[in-house]
């Protein structure tokens, strides 16, 4: 994981700047800023390596050019159009019945805003610490826009490993409805037409792939499934449609979609209910 970087930043947001450096030291991550004339388009394409920036639109993360959030105030549109019919992931999760939900995954939180839009209280948990500040970023802005205010109050920002997380919880006897979870899958292993389909990410997914190089460590989630069982109802896997099964475990339910599919285990210790 990237334990040191650069943060480039103009003079009026200084302290805006160190104050992501402290709050980034603290989660072990070495800050170097660097004070620009203009931290512009043109900036950005002479200094193509990774790094931070600090502007009017608060931290974000540059690389070859460009600069990326995960910019929930973007998922708007996306939001007004869904309903607890349309998503799959609703019906996977059982959004209906309002539940309590931990997203052991977070990345970019974006399945995360649509659960939390359709009615759930989630736990979001992220243990990259770059990946974690911009998504702490993401909600602090969303909290002052007037849509998505009431949609994040649902949600609870954890940085934390979850397979910590969730250990604590099964020690601790405390259960969940649903765990939620969208590990990364390498793209090596993912047949011909997925990985057309990932050459054209959108910008924010390049973001994820920035930060978690496939090449790094990468926590498949075989684990996460194992602990997850332990303390919810139910545990909901996201993976590409024809990917194996998660810890090679066959599911007890399954929702289809075109590019992805969403796979459930159920616990017999408690009672649920399949919505299709
Ligand atoms: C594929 S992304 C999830 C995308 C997410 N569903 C979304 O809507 O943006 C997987 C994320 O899970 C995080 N992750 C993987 N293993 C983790 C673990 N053990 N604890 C916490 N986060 C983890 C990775 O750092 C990465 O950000």
Redesign the pocket.
């Known amino acids: 994981m990237v334990s040191e970087i650069r943060l480039f930043t103009e003079t009026a947001f200084i302290q805006k700047a160190q104050s992501y450096q402290t709050v980034l030291s603290s989660r072990g991550v070495v800050v170097n800023i660097e004070i620009v004339e203009k931290l512009n388009a043109r900036f950005l394409r002479l200094n193509p390596e990774m790094a931070l920036c600090v502007d009017d639109a608060g931290l974000s993360l540059s690389a070859n050019g460009m600069k990326m959030q995960?910019d929930w105030k973007a998922e708007i549109p996306r939001l007004k159009r869904a309903s607890l019919k349309s998503e799959m992931i609703a019906r996977a999760c059982n959004i209906s019945e309002k539940p309590s939900l931990i997203?052991?995954?977070?990345?970019?939180?974006?399945?995360?805003?649509?659960m939390a839009h359709l009615g759930a209280n989630v736990t979001l948990?992220?243990?990259?610490p770059i990946?974690f500040t911009l998504l702490e970023d993401s909600k602090k802005q969303a909290e002052s826009d007037p849509f998505l205010s009431k949609v994040v109050s649902r949600i609870h920002l954890v940085f934390?490993?979850?397979?910590?997380?969730l250990q604590q919880h099964i020690d601790e006897h405390k259960t969940v409805d649903v765990v939620?979870l969208?590990?990364?899958?390498p793209q090596r292993d993912q047949n011909q037409q997925a990985i057309k389909k990932q050459a054209q990410v959108k910008k924010?997914?390049q973001l994820?792939h920035m930060?978690?190089p496939e090449d790094g460590e990468?926590?498949?989630?075989d684990?996460?499934l194992v602990l997850a069982q332990q303390i919810a109802k139910r545990v909901v896997v996201?993976r590409p449609r024809l990917a194996v099964f998660l810890n090679d475990q066959s599911t007890d339910h399954q929702w289809l979609g075109d590019a992805c599919r969403f796979d459930a285990y159920f616990n017999s210790a408690f009672v649920d209910k399949i919505v299709e």
Request: hydrophobic share 40%; no cysteine; aromatic share 8%.
């Open positions: 995960p997203d052991a995954t977070a990345g970019l939180g974006h399945d995360t805003l649509l948990i992220e243990r990259h990946l934390s490993d979850s397979n910590t997380y939620y969208d590990p990364m899958f924010q997914m994820l930060l978690l990468m926590d498949l989630g684990h996460l996201k």
